[in-house]
């Protein structure tokens, strides 16, 4: 649980330490990265929970997810037409999603933990 | 296990970085000053100047609140109606009597192929603008007042003013300044006059000690006019 929040501090203190910064012309291309990595976050939450969680899916579909992402960008960028916005729209749409989905997942696990304590209960009384 | 927790490891520390990168180059692309110590300094000085003639304003309209607060009846409407006068004569209904110069545009005729010059509503705005510029009070262009509304339209190939159009060449274009020479000086040495000589217009300038500019005749429309909160660019 704790490795994960100390990489992100870790990535974090980078940003900062490195002063990294981004031309405006890439602006785009790091929003719609920032998506994926988010929408492969919540996805890869979503499996966990739900038990069905394969590494090497998650990881083909975030690279997949990632170039298409990058291509579409590149390519809207040529066409002058902001097609990146394609990906900011289905990203976002899946985030909600994955998050709803979470949540349900999340209160039915609780509802499970309850009823099994209370059958423990019950069981003690008898 | 363990490895699920490295790929979220790695993801979040690239979330935490890409993020940072975001925010840090957004962030730096909005006060960039590019200006230069001298520049700063006259837009300090550009802005000092402003707030005097504000609190001048400021000034003036007090005292005119004083004014109204402590006279009595009577004197109060009197007061009223000064500024009444004072308000009419700004915004150009009454008429204006004061030194200032005269603009006499006549066609020139040394180029025989010519048709009749005619006086185009850009050229017109264009010599509006200039004298503006170099300090005019008021305008009448052939016998019709400059005013804030006054549009300039050119309708089957005739120029209009204030919905009136104007009569062929010559014209004569009043000027009223608080420094005629100045503004004379201005005009001779003007680009214009080679705009107007480009459209077989000659144009003679005259200082004058007494010019009589006429009122604007028509009832302003303020029907479509509202405050504006929004500052634009080059309000000053």
Redesign the interface.
């Known amino acids: 649980m704790w490795?994960?929040?100390?990489?992100?501090?870790?990535?974090?203190g980078?940003?900062?330490l490195t002063?990294?910064?981004?031309?405006?012309y890439y602006?785009d291309y790091?929003?719609v990265?920032?998506l994926v990595?988010?929408d492969?976050?919540f996805g890869?939450i979503k499996a966990?929970l739900k038990n069905e969680?394969r590494?090497a899916l998650?990881?083909s579909g975030?690279l997949s997810n990632l170039a298409l992402a990058i291509l579409l960008t590149f390519i809207g960028n040529q066409l002058m037409v902001d097609l990146f916005l394609a990906a900011v729209f289905a990203l976002g749409f899946r985030l909600f999603k994955n998050i709803a989905i979470i949540r349900r997942q999340l209160y039915a696990n609780y509802l499970n933990k309850k009823e099994k304590n209370e059958g423990n209960k019950s069981i003690r009384v008898e | 296990m363990v490895k699920k927790q490295i790929i979220f490891s790695v993801l979040l520390a690239l979330l935490g970085f890409l993020l940072v990168g975001h925010l840090r180059s957004t962030r730096e692309t909005e006060g960039h000053e590019t200006k230069d110590n001298w520049e700063i300094r006259l837009q300090l000085q550009e802005e000092q100047a402003r707030q005097q003639d504000l609190q001048q304003e400021l000034n003036d309209l007090n005292t005119i609140k004083l004014q109204y607060e402590t006279k009595s009846e009577q004197e109060q409407i009197e007061a009223l109606y000064e500024s009444i006068d004072l308000l009419e004569m700004k915004a150009g209904l009454t008429e204006l009597r004061d030194s200032g110069i005269v603009i006499e545009l006549t066609p020139n005729y040394q180029q025989t192929d010519q048709s009749f010059p005619e006086l185009k509503p850009e050229l017109l705005t264009r010599l509006i603008n200039e004298l503006n510029a170099y300090g005019a009070e008021a305008i009448s262009v052939e016998n019709e007042r400059i005013i804030d509304l006054t549009a300039i339209r050119y309708v089957k190939s005739k120029t209009y003013i204030n919905q009136r159009p104007l009569p062929d060449l010559p014209l004569e274009v009043k000027v009223i300044s608080t420094n005629p020479e100045r503004i004379h000086s201005y005009m001779e040495v003007s680009q214009i006059r080679n705009a107007f000589a480009m459209h077989n217009i000659s144009m003679e300038i005259n200082l004058k000690d007494e010019v009589i500019i006429p009122p604007y005749q028509d009832d302003l429309n303020l029907e479509y006019i509202r405050v504006s909160d929004q500052q634009e660019e080059g309000d000053q």
Not at chain 1, 3 to 12: N, Q, W
């Open positions: 490795l994960p929040l100390l990489f992100l501090a870790v990535g974090v980078l940003g900062l002063e990294l910064s981004i031309p405006n602006v790091l929003t990265i920032i990595v988010f492969g976050l890869g966990h969680f590494s998650f990881i975030f």
